[in-house]
């Protein structure tokens, strides 16, 4: 079963509006961490942001913040004033905790192509 | 801040032939993952080191082997080349005092002819 679903192969946002990627995830382990990982087309991964299972605010970075919402399992991106540069593939991914995951190994979704218009 | 390095970041090999790919993690991370993106693929867990010692197994072929040295880089071995193995390769690191956030590397993109 998938653990992790992005269920946005593809997305569009015109410049400075602000959109959300969703994420929804499947887990029993009390213990996980959330991520979001953006790849540009040169192939690198880079680091966004991190919300952890028992956080009780949902995670900012600067422009980027995490709904999280943890009935409903889900741990939606949300990009405010969106750039060009912000164009991207974007990946959630769920580290689960120490009960069903030794080694801390991150299970990623399919990701979602945003593409930023000018 | 000093990042992930791997190398070589680019590898062409010839089918049956033997690649090795190495990673040097951020200093004092101790922990090294490595993922295979295949093309269009989201990446998937390899194989993990936690202060020098194997600490979880993926879906990594029997013809792939890795290992952590005493400076803490990593060597990801592969031998028997198939077509199918080319895709990116990523290490990351990630320590346990930072709520284990996984810093990746820029990726080793591997090809096989």
């Known amino acids: 079963a998938q653990k992790i679903t992005q269920t946005q192969p593809g997305m569009f946002v015109q410049e400075k509006e602000a959109v959300t990627l969703d994420c929804t995830y499947d887990t029993s382990d009390p213990s996980y961490g959330l991520f979001w990982y953006k790849q540009p087309s040169s192939g690198e991964m880079i680091f966004l942001i991190y919300q952890g299972s028992y956080d009780q605010q949902n995670a900012t970075e600067g422009r980027y913040s995490l709904n999280f919402q943890k009935a409903r399992k889900s741990a939606n991106l949300v990009i405010s004033a969106s750039q060009l540069g912000d164009s991207a593939m974007y990946f959630c991914?769920?580290?689960?905790?120490?009960?069903?995951?030794?080694?801390?190994?991150?299970?990623f979704g399919q990701g979602t192509e945003l593409s930023v218009k000018p | 801040a000093a990042g992930v390095i791997q190398s070589p970041r680019h590898l062409i090999k010839e089918k049956r032939e033997t690649a090795t790919l190495k990673c040097y993690p951020i200093?004092?991370?101790?922990?090294v993952y490595w993922y295979q993106q295949g093309p269009g693929q989201d990446p998937q867990f390899l194989i993990s080191?936690?202060?020098?010692?194997?600490?979880d197994k993926g879906s990594i072929p029997d013809r792939f082997s890795a290992q952590q040295f005493s400076d803490y880089h990593s060597e990801l071995n592969m031998s028997s080349l198939e077509l199918g193995d080319s895709a990116l390769y990523f290490c990351?690191?990630?320590?346990?005092?930072?709520?284990?956030?996984?810093?990746f590397g820029p990726g080793t993109r591997l090809l096989v002819l």
């Open positions: 080191f936690y202060e020098k010692m194997q600490s």
């Open positions: 200093p004092r991370h101790d922990t």
């Open positions: 990351a690191s990630s320590s346990r005092l930072n709520q284990e956030t996984q810093y």
């Open positions: 991914a769920m580290r689960e905790g120490v009960i069903y995951n030794q080694g801390g190994k991150l299970i």
